[in-house]
């Protein structure tokens, strides 16, 4: 049997992909049943299906007689538009586990990498997600005092660490931290690190209120004295 599984927002960004993927992960091994995401759009599918190694997701499979039908929901997202569909949050499946499904097909690139590093992203734009340059520098500077070198990652990073997801699953498997904005990568590192190996900041605090424990189970730091790492959660 499958469980038809309609993306009430947009899949478009590569973090809303990886969360509506790892939650038809997590409802097929909760249900022990094929799941079929059904979506507008979604860039990479089977790129990030097979980093996953989820045999069991389908991307807008046809003609199925599904099982039962859920609605992907945010908070206060929209209710589909199915009337026998019954809304499943996404916030209460994350809450329901302690661990998110990780990766189990990452490509060995052989490269020789700092013996301590972290992986930072901090391109993100919205209000609540951007963060001034001098406190992205402030931020780094603790953890380059702190011995890590930094790996940038995503739209800034160098060659083949801006697009190319293999090779960043692989820096990042290799990590020691994920740092950085709420933003795809550090949703990408959810499918890879331990959450308490992320660490998120969030932007003004004027804004904080949007993601006040963080992203689903990882570290959110205050940007005020990042001596005293004032933890959130």
Known sequence: MIINAHATVTTKPLGDRI???????MLSQSENEDVNLICGHFKDFDQLKNLLGSDRVFLN???VIPKKTVNIKYPRSPTGSCSDNYDLSIHDVWGSVKELPKCKN?????????KKYITVQWDARQK???ILPEKIKKIENYY???GFE???IGAKGNGRASTDLDYIAYLISNADLHVGASSGMAYFS???LPCEKIHIYSGE???QEKYPKGIFGSKKWELGDIDEMAQLI
Not at 106 to 114: D, Y
């Open 205 to 207: 605090k004027t804004a």
């Open 61 to 63: 499979k046809k003609n």
């Open 190 to 192: 959810q499918m890879i």
């Open 144 to 146: 380059l005092q702190s």
């Open 19 to 25: 969360i509506h993927l790892l939650f038809c992960e």
């Open 150 to 152: 930094i790996i940038q």
């Open 106 to 114: 990452i490509k060995n690139f052989n490269q020789e990498l700092p």
């Open 128 to 130: 609540y997600r951007f």
